[in-house]
């Protein structure tokens, strides 16, 4: 839910992140930085190549929203364009996405309240920043979201992807994006910038957590899937978000306030 343009911004403050041992053994402390993003406040997991979708599982909480009318939290997909090349930085063109998930306070079109609703948003290089606001989300149980390529629109020279919430059968909504022929995968949760104290991000992620490569196979989104793909995953979070990271990328959740 990207009011404002998103851009690279530097590393800051570190924050500790449990992540457990894949043999049972005890857990080890990794620190991970801020993310490197604006304007907003974040914590999520994100890959570094484009690929043709991505699948996941988000839990849909109620979280805390003082001003309904002024601040937002959310828990979402988020899919961006690749940069141009590997020196520059992961999220040299992310201003240019699609989104799908839920939100809790104020939207572009509807507030949600006092429940979260669904909602996609799209931008790219024309800067005209989309967001649609839909029906209240299903509660307290974890929903599936998707985000897939579905094609090239010829007349318009525009790539075209679908966005699915609860319903993997009927699109949201096809959005028309100039500029994003894959997408980089993250998921997670997001706050806005001033926001007031006592905004929550809730994030809980389950698997399978999935990304569709070239050849439109869906793959679980896991270590031996980013070698296979000469890839990488790492994770960030903001503020006192605590950001508990599965060591598979298939299980993760966020709590905390701004």
């Known amino acids: 839910m990207k009011r404002e343009a998103l851009g690279a911004a530097g590393i800051a403050a570190i924050a500790a992140v449990v992540l457990p041992l894949l043999d049972g053994g005890p857990p080890i402390v990794f620190a991970y930085p801020n993310c490197p993003v604006d304007p907003n406040y974040y914590a999520f997991q994100y890959a570094t190549k484009g690929y043709k979708g991505q699948f996941g599982w988000l839990y849909t909480f109620v ?33 240019w996405f699609v989104e799908v998930g839920w939100y809790q306070g104020y939207g572009t079109q509807l507030i949600a309240y006092p429940y979260p609703r669904y909602y996609t948003a799209k931008q790219d290089s024309t800067w005209s920043y989309t967001e649609l606001n839909f029906g209240e989300a299903v509660r307290n149980t974890h929903v599936d979201y998707e985000i897939q390529y579905v094609g090239y629109d ?3 020279n525009r790539y075209k992807w679908s966005v699915y919430a609860d319903n993997l059968g009927s699109p949201l909504q096809t959005w028309e994006h100039k500029d994003m022929a894959t ?40 270590p031996s899937y980013m070698t296979s793909q000469s890839d990488s995953t790492s994770a960030c979070d903001d503020l006192s978000f605590t950001f508990t990271w599965d060591a598979q990328y298939q299980d993760f959740r966020v709590t905390g306030s701004r």
């Open 63 to 95: 979280p805390s929203v003082p001003d309904y009318n002024n601040d937002f939290s959310l828990s979402h997909l988020y899919s961006f364009t690749p940069r141009d090349s590997p020196s520059q930085p992961i999220f040299q063109h992310g201003d």
């Open 154 to 156: 010829y007349g318009n």
């Open 183 to 222: 997408g980089v995968p993250s998921t997670g949760g997001e706050v806005n910038e001033f926001a007031n104290s006592g905004t929550q991000m809730r994030t809980d992620v389950i698997p399978n957590h999935q990304l569709k490569d070239s050849n439109g196979n869906w793959n679980n989104w896991t």
